[in-house]
């Protein structure tokens, strides 16, 4: 018998099918130098020490996006090993915050299945959860990925596609209660503008760029250990439609989110990521650009202090975000994205308000 397993193919997966995803993960300060080494992300509370403190934290925390990689990555072996793509997101909710020295482990039950008309592959749907140490729940995310079938003439299983939100509604958002940013100073940041300042439909085209180079993304889907080998086989990736490896969409996610602090600086928090897609892929030499729009404002309940904002990111590769003027293209009557759009993310974000 094997000792080697070549992960699950979509014939392997039953609806309601429950997986403990193995390795636990205890996080270190090296994760987050590495992260930083990697985005270049500047948001604040996940830099500086004494500014996490005065928030409220007894500690930095993990930036959001580190802490959901981390735990993303926990689920690849058992969920998306022969993934074709990773399809989408919908209700990611942040519930607690990581620290260093947490121990994160994750968990996936099966909510979703339905073979595609080649029978070549499937899409499976996950409701996936992270707790730490003390079995507290920090996060849980629904995705969808396209998976490899082993046998193409292997019946199919009944067609389940679940229901997801179209966004996490303001009264579903996990606040931390400490939060305190009634002091909050816009010095720390280099920003001005506050949740007050922005208004519905507003658009930023962010300015900055970042070439994605080989050791980058290699690094940062080894420092996930997310061991999908779409993302680090080139040999087999070679024979493949794309004929290279693809960047794990989770790095465009966080490069993405890196090159939109300016214009965004004092967005403080992901409460929330509403649903995503990975719209055309993106590969090695990449140059990645970042537009956003401000989809609503949300006061929130007993703050006065804080607002919410929910966001819709486009990640844009090899053009400049001012200088795409629809990220949708007619294709034969239909709508498709623009063939330069990599990520179309819809978010939301804590923001402190003028006193």
């Known amino acids: 018998m094997s000792k080697t397993?070549?992960?699950?193919?979509?014939?392997?997966?039953?609806?309601?099918q429950t997986f403990l995803h193995p390795t636990p993960r205890t996080v270190g300060e090296g994760d987050i130098a590495l992260y930083l080494a990697l985005t270049g992300s500047r948001h604040v509370i996940g830099c500086a020490a004494p500014v996490a403190h005065a928030l409220g934290y007894?500690?930095?925390p993990l930036d959001d996006l580190l802490a959901f990689h981390l735990a993303f990555g926990k689920t690849v072996s058992d969920i998306s090993l022969n993934a074709v793509a990773n399809l989408g997101y919908a209700d990611v909710r942040f519930l607690a915050p990581v620290f260093v020295g947490d121990t994160l482990a994750a968990e996936s039950v099966v909510i979703g299945l339905k073979e595609n008309s080649t029978r070549e592959s499937g899409v499976v749907w996950v409701r996936s959860t992270a707790v730490n140490q003390d079995d507290k729940e920090?996060?849980?995310?629904?995705?969808?990925?396209?998976?490899?079938?082993?046998?193409?003439?292997h019946s199919a299983p009944k067609t389940v596609v679940p229901e997801t939100p179209a966004y996490v509604a303001p009264q579903r958002l996990e606040i931390p209660p400490f939060l305190d940013v009634r002091d909050y100073e816009t010095r720390l940041t280099g920003g001005p503008w506050l949740w007050d300042d922005y208004e519905a439909g507003e658009r930023i085209d962010h300015p900055a760029g970042m070439t994605l180079d080989e050791p980058d993304h290699t690094f940062a889907t080894r420092l996930y250990q997310n061991p999908a080998r779409l993302h680090f086989d080139a040999h087999q990736m070679r024979d493949s439609g794309f004929g290279r490896r693809l960047v794990y969409g989770g790095h465009v996610i966080s490069i993405?989110?890196?090159?939109?602090?300016?214009g965004l600086e004092n967005a403080l928090l992901i409460a929330a990521i509403n649903g995503g897609t990975h719209c055309n892929p993106t590969f090695a030499g990449d140059t990645l650009y970042t537009r956003t729009q401000v989809l609503e404002k949300w006061d929130l309940q007993d703050r006065a202090d804080l607002g919410a904002l929910r966001l819709r990111m486009l990640g844009i590769k090899n053009?400049?975000?001012?200088?795409?003027?629809?990220?949708?293209i007619d294709a034969g009557g239909?709508?498709?994205?623009?063939?330069?759009v990599v990520l179309d993310l819809d978010y939301t974000v804590l923001m402190p308000r003028r006193a």
């Open 5 to 16: 397993s070549a992960g699950n193919f979509f014939e392997d997966f039953g609806l309601g």
């Open 58 to 60: 007894t500690k930095r």
């Open 138 to 153: 920090v996060m849980t995310w629904i995705r969808w990925v396209m998976v490899k079938k082993r046998d193409k003439n």
């Open 256 to 262: 993405c989110r890196a090159l939109s602090y300016e």
């Open 319 to 328: 053009l400049a975000a001012a200088e795409l003027m629809d990220p949708m």
């Open 334 to 340: 239909k709508k498709k994205y623009h063939p330069n």
